[in-house]
RNA sequence: GCUCCGUUCGUCUAGUGGUUAGGACGCUGGCCUCUCACGCCGGUAACAGGGGUUCGAAUCCCCUACGGAGCGCCA
């Protein structure tokens, strides 16, 4: 169904950088970017920044560069509220001159004090209205511009995905528009700047429905048509508690860090709380052309490490290897490894991609094709580098130092021919040549693995293992 | 405490009055196999509880329980 055919859909993604942006704040900017690129019409970003004392230059750096990381480009902005002050100075004066705002001197103590009584007497603690009738100014005390909230009546919220949400006005108290210091409150700004911006779908997350009722009694003090609203869910941790630090509650960065690949989050995402029948794979492309807000969940829901494991590995294995390539090599500068000299890192990323669940993982994976190993797994060389070993070992040496055409299909043939020649299963000398060229039990196919490393490393590793296994003496 | 919201396998979800309640992740049995994986075949497991409405409820209504959010000169 489409909402209002006539108006062009601009939503926004308003984040507030007192904390880095995480998983739940993505997936809210995801919705409102796809609600948005659905429709053809505008994504705006704003930066919510009127609480100086927490925001952080460190936190709006996350945010720029998680949404660049995602893809998740705003056709407008950043805008920074810091910046609007004027205006918000400007329709304040209009909302006191048109009586809809009012001076209030209460003090901090005075309005804790009220609220203790009013908790005591299991009330709802709210502000009671005690300025709003006040004609002469507190002297010495600066106040702060209250609203007058209507106190009959009901404010109706339609809202796009919790559906018909009735408020009464009189749970609603006269909430603070301009700080003492004049500084605006979040439910001021967001309404001048929802007004200003043309913002017509507001998607947020569902701990600011409460506020919504308020937020539209604003809009109609100022005359102005309210957008639509679209309160999503929450993500939840995996353990169902609030999200922690222990698991999404971290810097969206930190997924690229950890080998994420933008298209795998993106797809885990926009799987909580929304879906298209039974299909769990979906594109950016995809996602726009078959999202809608209106079809989002209303319950939250719990982030699930694992599925976003399962949906790395899989756009792993599919993307193309010169993008797989950029990342292994990305992670493996991270780790320190010099990658210029050694395999292509394309055909090594080839290589690895149906084995790793993440791009570090890879590139941990991938740094025997790059840098000597200092010793053996323990356990792999007790296996596969004993005395048994020395034999086939010798013979792959022998046989591979005679090879011409290094590649894996003759690489193949000649440990095939080792094994037949002694009458040992495969595995009995693919493994010793493992170990001997990785240092570790695992690796990909042998053939493939000694093709990448080359013919001058793996002749040099194999002689050292000689030697190992040759020493290893009797010991089984 | 008050107001608002939510509740299908462990998790993400399909489902809009009639289904053996489907899929996916995970876990698990097997196949494949030079290791690890990939892949393929199979298994496990859910409608929070109680009342209605109806010939018939996961689906509609009410209550209860549990969970969440808000009640700031935070956003």
Same mark, same amino acid.
């Given at each position: 169904?489409?909402?209002? +055919?006539?108006?062009?859909?601009?939503?926004?993604?308003?984040?507030?950088?007192?904390?880095?942006?995480?998983?739940?704040?993505?997936?809210?900017?995801?919705?409102?970017?796809?609600?948005?690129?659905?429709?053809?019409?505008?994504?705006?970003?704003?930066?919510?920044?009127?609480?100086?004392?927490?925001?952080?230059?460190?936190?709006?750096?996350?945010?720029?560069?998680? &949404?660049?990381?995602?893809?998740?480009?705003?056709?407008?902005?950043?805008?920074?509220?810091?910046?609007?002050?004027?205006?918000?100075?400007?329709? =304040?004066?209009?909302?006191?001159?048109?009586?809809?705002?009012?001076?209030?001197?209460?003090?901090?103590?005075?309005?804790?004090?009220?609220?203790?009584?009013? &908790?005591?007497?299991?009330?709802?603690?709210?502000?009671?209205?005690?300025?709003?009738?006040?004609?002469?100014?507190?002297?010495?005390?600066?106040?702060?511009?209250?609203?007058?909230?209507?106190?009959?009546?009901?404010?109706?919220?339609?809202?796009?995905?919790?559906?018909?949400?009735?408020?009464?006005?009189?749970?609603?108290?006269?909430?603070?528009?301009?700080?003492?210091?004049?500084?605006?409150?979040?439910?001021?700004?967001?309404? %001048?700047?929802? &007004?200003?911006? *043309?913002?017509?779908?507001?998607?947020?997350?569902?701990?600011?429905?409460?506020?919504?009722?308020?937020?539209?009694? %604003? @809009?109609?003090?100022?005359? =102005?048509?309210?957008?639509?609203?679209?309160?999503?869910?929450?993500?939840?941790?995996?353990?169902?508690? #609030?999200?922690?630090?222990?698991?999404?509650?971290?810097?969206?960065?930190?997924?690229?860090?950890?080998? @994420?690949?933008?298209?795998?989050?993106?797809?885990?995402?926009?799987?909580?709380?929304?879906?298209?029948?039974?299909?769990?794979?979906?594109? %950016?492309?995809?996602?726009? $052309?078959?999202?809608?807000?209106?079809?989002?969940?209303?319950?939250?829901?719990?982030?699930?490490?694992? #599925?976003?494991?399962?949906?790395?590995?899989?756009?792993?294995?599919?993307?193309?290897?010169?993008?797989?390539?950029?990342?292994?090599?990305?992670?493996? $500068?991270?780790?320190?490894?010099?990658?210029?000299?050694?395999?292509?890192?394309?055909?090594?990323?080839?290589?690895?991609?149906?084995?790793?669940?993440?791009?570090?993982?890879?590139?941990?994976?991938?740094?025997?094709?790059?840098?000597?190993?200092?010793?053996?797994?323990?356990?792999?060389?007790?296996?596969?580098?004993?005395?048994?070993?020395?034999? +086939?070992?010798?013979?792959? &040496?022998? *046989?591979?130092?005679?090879?011409?055409?290094?590649?894996?299909?003759?690489?193949?043939?000649?440990?095939?021919?080792?094994?037949?020649?002694?009458?040992?299963?495969?595995?009995?000398?693919?493994?010793?040549?493992?170990?001997?060229?990785?240092?570790?039990?695992?690796?990909?196919?042998?053939?493939?693995?000694?093709?990448?490393?080359?013919?001058?490393?793996?002749?040099?590793?194999?002689?050292? =293992?000689?030697?190992?296994?040759?020493?290893?003496?009797?010991?089984?």
């Amino acid at each position: 169904m489409s909402d209002t +055919p006539t108006r062009t859909v601009r939503t926004r993604f308003a984040p507030s950088p007192t904390g880095y942006l995480h998983i739940g704040g993505v997936r809210t900017a995801l919705f409102s970017w796809l609600q948005a690129r659905r429709h053809g019409g505008e994504f705006v970003l704003r930066i919510e920044d009127t609480d100086r004392a927490r925001s952080t230059e460190e936190a709006i750096q996350v945010i720029l560069d998680g &949404m660049e990381w995602l893809g998740l480009r705003a056709d407008e902005g950043p805008l920074y509220q810091t910046d609007r002050f004027d205006r918000y100075n400007e329709i =304040a004066a209009q909302l006191l001159a048109s009586g809809h705002a009012y001076h209030c001197y209460c003090t901090k103590e005075e309005l804790d004090e009220m609220r203790a009584a009013q &908790m005591a007497r299991g009330e709802k603690p709210r502000y009671d209205g005690r300025c709003r009738d006040r004609k002469e100014p507190k002297p010495g005390v600066p106040p702060v511009l209250r609203f007058r909230n209507p106190d009959q009546g009901q404010v109706v919220v339609d809202d796009k995905v919790r559906g018909r949400v009735v408020f009464d006005n009189k749970e609603l108290d006269d909430l603070v528009l301009l700080r003492s210091d004049g500084v605006p409150t979040y439910n001021y700004s967001v309404v %001048v700047d929802d &007004m200003d911006m *043309g913002i017509t779908h507001v998607v947020r997350g569902d701990d600011h429905l409460n506020n919504t009722p308020r937020q539209i009694n %604003v @809009y109609h003090a100022l005359g =102005a048509e309210p957008p639509v609203f679209a309160h999503v869910p929450m993500i939840l941790g995996p353990d169902g508690a #609030k999200l922690s630090k222990r698991h999404g509650a971290v810097s969206v960065l930190q997924y690229r860090q950890e080998g @994420y690949l933008p298209e795998a989050l993106l797809n885990y995402l926009v799987r909580l709380g929304w879906s298209h029948g039974d299909q769990e794979i979906f594109s %950016v492309d995809e996602m726009i $052309e078959l999202f809608d807000i209106g079809d989002v969940n209303k319950s939250a829901s719990s982030f699930n490490p694992e #599925k976003l494991l399962w949906l790395n590995q899989h756009y792993i294995k599919e993307a193309p290897p010169a993008r797989l390539a950029a990342e292994l090599q990305w992670q493996l $500068e991270r780790l320190g490894v010099e990658c210029s000299r050694g395999p292509a890192l394309e055909a090594v990323a080839e290589a690895f991609r149906e084995r790793a669940k993440t791009m570090h993982e890879m590139a941990q994976a991938a740094i025997f094709f790059y840098q000597d190993f200092e010793t053996y797994h323990e356990k792999a060389a007790r296996q596969h580098l004993g005395a048994a070993a020395a034999e +086939p070992l010798k013979q792959l &040496m022998a *046989g591979l130092e005679a090879l011409e055409d290094w590649q894996a299909g003759p690489i193949h043939d000649i440990v095939q021919g080792v094994a037949e020649g002694l009458g040992l299963k495969m595995g009995k000398v693919a493994q010793p040549l493992r170990v001997a060229v990785s240092g570790g039990p695992v690796s990909p196919p042998i053939d493939v693995t000694v093709a990448l490393l080359g013919k001058d490393k793996t002749l040099a590793r194999l002689r050292h =293992a000689v030697v190992v296994a040759a020493s290893a003496g009797d010991c089984p």
